[in-house]
């Protein structure tokens, strides 16, 4: 077990400036683990169950697009490759998108009780696949960055719009659960991301204020959070293109990867 709790003020590195932080807040999809790894298989689940739902009652299938109706980018085959970094399926909770997808149905034909009926029985089929295949994947340098973070005696927390009980499975799946002294989910708070509440949560358990505090996400839904909390900085991890980084309007700062990050116990 890697031992946990800070030794002090640790010096962050991000795009040739430094920031004395104490902790640091990271967001969970797309930050630490791949996103469409995980979340675009079950999406895809979800939509092949939903549809089977309105065949089986006779309805017409669904007449939206669905990068559209959550946020996703598809490949000719209709499999999901990209994802918006502003949008329901990244930004939103898994109740969000359960009352997006029953929705559809409603409007197709389902009573309202059925529509919620359907979109939940093919969350729980989706999720149940998740769990045989265990669809997680860490990304570049996120583990070698950890490792760092726990050299320099950094408090880590995740605050993720996934559910709590979802997000340690996940993490325990690649074996990332030890390194974090909080793990905090949308259901732990009253409002989620954009909302500051997950952040003061996360920095009131690990002793730190959020003035002492970075955090690290994909979505400007996490910069937003971050800065409502007082956060001392902001890091948002994009692709290298334009469109990526202008979807973090809010960020301080915004790099591709782990790897553009460096941490350092003294002022060196």
């Known amino acids: 077990m890697i031992p946990k709790g800070g030794i002090g003020v640790a010096w962050l590195y991000a795009d040739g400036e430094r920031f004395p932080i104490e902790a640091i807040l990271f967001d969970k999809d797309g930050t630490l683990l791949d996103f ?11 939509f092949t169950q939903f549809a089977k739902q309105l065949e089986a009652r006779n309805l017409p299938p669904m007449d939206v697009d669905l990068s559209a109706l959550w946020g996703t980018r598809h490949d000719r085959h209709g499999e999901v490759v990209d ?14 998108l359960m009352i997006t997808l029953a929705w559809q149905g409603h409007r197709l034909g389902m009573t309202w009780a059925e529509a919620k009926e359907a979109a939940y029985a093919s969350r729980q ?3 149940e696949q998740l769990d045989i295949a265990r669809d997680a994947k860490a990304l570049p340098g996120v583990v070698e960055f950890l490792e760092q973070c726990r050299g320099c005696g950094l408090k880590l927390a995740v605050v993720t ?18 390194y974090f002294d909080v793990i905090i989910g949308t259901d732990q708070v009253e409002r989620g991301k954009p909302f500051p509440d997950m952040a003061m949560l996360a920095c009131r358990r690990l002793g730190v204020t959020p003035a ?4 690290i996400g994909d979505t400007n839904g996490d910069m937003r959070m971050a800065r409502s909390a007082g956060a001392f900085v902001t890091i948002g991890i994009a692709k290298p293109d334009a469109s990526s980084v202008l979807q973090l309007p ?19």
């Open 161 to 178: 719009a996934d559910e709590t009980s979802g997000a340690v499975k996940h993490l325990e799946w690649l074996g990332l659960e030890r």
């Open 83 to 96: 994802y918006d970094r502003n949008g329901v399926l990244s930004m939103g909770t898994v109740e969000d």
């Open 36 to 46: 469409i790894y995980t979340w675009g298989k079950w999406s895809e689940r979800v």
């Open 212 to 215: 002492q505090a970075a955090v």
């Open 250 to 268: 809010d960020a301080d700062k915004v790099i591709a990867s782990f790897h553009e990050l460096r941490l350092s116990a003294d002022e060196r």
């Open 125 to 127: 089929y989706a999720e």
